[in-house]
């Protein structure tokens, strides 16, 4: 049974582009989260996502950024008109059920660096 | 707001000690705390979760306790090893909508 699948694993960006990160959760799994980690910094909640459904964006930045989960494929976050501060590691996590009753399974993350 | 705060950004000990991470939290009482291990390069890893209603829980080498009266919870790694050389990350429910708020992570570091 793969795990959460996240590519690419290393994005690099000059400023003013777009950056595309795929996360796809694990066989069975129907919520995903992303979490954002700068360096020195704790990971930071941006969204929760079930199949065509933003649950909860509290966590995402009002501009430039927006996240989706289809019906089929798999979840994408999206940044556009980057800026170096957006230089981070972004994970995306994912669970069969109500997060809070379940342990997040975490992907190995796409580092983000901004030119 | 609410926090999760882990007090020891590094802990240094030696092989065959017991390691003690501690993770406090503020301004609201969680039905459960988890327990991530972080790899450098790589997605936190699930390790424990424990309900308030709780006060203890092991698993192998791992033990956890959780203190509502302390607001605390304790992180223990008996007879540790240089494998479990990791940063260790305190997590809890966060908003209504169930993301989950993390501590900074304390940087554990086992000596041969």
């Known amino acids: 049974n793969a795990g959460v699948m996240q590519n690419p694993r290393h994005l690099v960006r000059r400023r003013g582009q777009e950056a595309r990160l795929r996360c796809s959760p694990m066989?069975?799994?129907?919520?995903v989260y992303w979490y954002r980690q700068l360096p020195e910094e704790g990971l930071k909640f941006m969204v929760y996502?079930?199949?065509?459904?933003?649950?909860?964006e509290s966590g995402m930045p009002k501009e430039r950024f927006s996240a989706e989960f289809p019906k089929e494929g798999p979840s994408i976050l999206r940044i556009q008109q980057v800026v170096r501060g957006d230089s981070a590691a972004y994970f995306c996590?994912?669970?069969?059920?109500?997060?809070?009753?379940?342990?997040?399974?975490f992907g190995p993350g796409t580092r983000l660096t901004v030119t | 707001s609410q926090k999760i705060e882990q007090n020891s950004e590094a802990l240094n000990i030696q092989e065959g000690k017991t390691a003690t991470l501690t993770c406090n939290y503020t301004?609201?009482?969680?039905?459960?705390l988890q327990w991530y291990r972080q790899d450098p390069g790589r997605g936190p890893v699930f390790l424990l979760l424990?309900?308030?209603?709780?006060k203890e829980k092991r698993k192998e080498r791992l033990k956890v306790t959780f203190d509502t009266t302390l607001k605390q919870s304790l992180f223990h790694i008996t007879a540790s090893q240089p494998a479990d050389s990791a940063t260790y990350l305190c997590?809890?429910?966060?908003?209504?909508?169930?993301?989950?708020?993390f501590g900074k992570g304390t940087k554990l570091s086992v000596k041969p």
């Open positions: 996590a994912s669970s069969p059920a109500l997060q809070g009753t379940y342990e997040q399974y």
């Open positions: 066989k069975g799994h129907s919520h």
């Open positions: 996502l079930q199949k065509e459904n933003i649950i909860d």
């Open positions: 301004n609201y009482s969680p039905a459960y």
């Open positions: 424990i309900r308030e209603n709780e």
């Open positions: 997590a809890s429910i966060g908003g209504s909508q169930g993301n989950l708020i």
